[in-house]
């Protein structure tokens, strides 16, 4: 006789488990700060065991970088030229900071990863290098130039997270496109 029970295996079904974890991450990380926004705090949160976590993600860090990228998502290098596609760029990534949790997780694994060289190595792989060839390829610079672009960025929005608690307000955004666009305004330079 078949039997009528479903063919699927045992246990909590695992679709959906990223998307739930990475809003526990952020949820967590908003309302405890980076530093006590734990694997076992964002477990919970997400209602799952942490070892579900852990056979994920096999480190704090590893999981804020997955968490990043699917908060971030492709970066929208929109523009017919050049200072049009940094413009967009630069507002995007503050829109993107200035998102509960993303800042604050964005600013914690920077932090740890100045003391941890494996992290560093994940954010420089597996983070910043996606980002590195969309600019590069968007903008027809040299790395070197897309990195300081980046660092400059992504150092000044974060440094008003820090400072305030708060995202640049879009007046700031502005100012920080007027100053960083001249510097770009020839093109790639050696």
């Known amino acids: 006789m078949p039997s009528s029970r479903s063919a699927r295996p045992p246990g909590r079904p695992r679709t959906g488990i990223n998307a739930a974890v990475f809003a526990a991450t952020l949820s967590t990380v908003r309302e ?10 964002i477990a919970a949160a997400a209602g799952i065991a942490k070892s579900t976590v852990y056979r994920r ?3 704090k860090g590893e999981l804020i970088v997955d968490c990043l990228l699917d908060a971030l998502g492709p970066a929208p290098l929109e523009g017919t030229d050049r200072a049009e596609r940094m413009t967009s760029a630069i507002r995007w990534t503050a829109a993107r900071i200035g998102e509960p949790g993303v800042g604050d997780a964005f600013a914690g694994v920077f932090s740890d990863a100045v003391s941890d060289p494996a992290l560093r190595e994940i954010l420089s792989t597996r983070f910043q290098a996606p980002y590195l060839l969309a600019f ?6 040299p790395e070197h130039r897309v990195l300081f672009f980046i660092d400059v960025v992504v150092g000044v929005l974060l440094h008003r997270m820090g400072m305030t608690g708060e995202p640049m307000a879009d007046a700031d955004v502005d100012a920080l496109v007027d100053m960083v666009l001249p510097y770009f305004a020839d093109g790639p330079r050696p």
Do not use: H, K, N
């Open 32 to 41: 405890l700060g980076y530093a006590r926004a734990t694997v076992e705090r």
């Open 57 to 59: 993600w096999p480190s």
């Open 136 to 141: 590069q390829e968007a903008l027809g610079e």
